[in-house]
Structures are given as structure tokens and as C-alpha cells.
């Protein structure tokens, strides 16, 4: 786990899983889940996810290049091909940085998603498949 990962102070609901390598985790509760990246955490209720989607395009012989939609910000990521992923669309979250907290609103999270995880959070998120 990286040491530069902001501690998660405040859960909402019961702990049901948790995972974590290298630069990424994700923690699961009955009511939230936490997606962990260096100095950031973004807490999304279950409630607020619209739609978890697989993504098929992920390409796992180099990073993806994102930009916002003024082109200000770029970020590169890199996948990883061992580990299934999903576009989770959220109506909300909220961001925790060392700067601060902010509310973020109609979010797309493009994030590896072991299938437990999935599990758990389509359970306790009144989730369906179709």
C-alpha cells in the first residue's frame, strides 16, 4: 500500500470489504464505497450510483490519457489487465484531498473492480443486473 494514501477517518455504515495494491484501493461498506488514489479519496454512497457498466476498451499495454471538457487538466493512468473494469456513474461524491474536501457532481469513475467487490456493492446498493 502507498504511503502517500490519506486515512480514511469516517465510514459510513458496516465495513464489508476492503482492497488495496499499489496505488489503488477500494473500500466497501453497506452504504459507501471509497475509492483510495494518492492524497485522494472519493466517497461515493451507493445510493448515488446511477449505472456500473463494464469497460471493454481498456488497454493494458499503456496508460489512458484523460482530459476535463476545457482541456485544463490531463491525467494518465495505467490499467491493470488482471482485473476486470466498470464505469460506475455516480450523481455525487464527495473528494478528499490535502487541500480540502469538495462536493463533485455527475461523476464517471473508470475503475478495476474485483468481482466481490462488485458483488457487495450491487447488494447493499439496490443494484440489478440486466
Known amino acids: 500500500m502507498s504511503a502517500d494514501f490519506i486515512a480514511i477517518k469516517n465510514l459510513l455504515g458496516e465495513l464489508k470489504i476492503s482492497h488495496k495494491k499499489g496505488d489503488f484501493g477500494l473500500t466497501v461498506t453497506d452504504r459507501e464505497f471509497v475509492l483510495q488514489r494518492p492524497h485522494m479519496n472519493i466517497h461515493v454512497l451507493l445510493e448515488d450510483i446511477v449505472s456500473i457498466v463494464p469497460d471493454h476498451a481498456v488497454d493494458a499495454h499503456g496508460p489512458k490519457r484523460f482530459a476535463d471538457r476545457r482541456g485544463m487538466g490531463v491525467e494518465a493512468v495505467r490499467t491493470v489487465s488482471s482485473i476486470p473494469h466498470y464505469r460506475i456513474y455516480v450523481r455525487a461524491a464527495q473528494m ?23 458483488q457487495v456493492m450491487a447488494q447493499h446498493g439496490g443494484l440489478q443486473a440486466l
Open 96 to 118: 478528499h484531498n490535502r487541500s480540502g474536501i469538495m462536493t463533485l457532481r455527475g461523476l464517471l469513475l473508470v475503475i478495476p473492480v474485483l468481482d466481490e467487490l462488485l
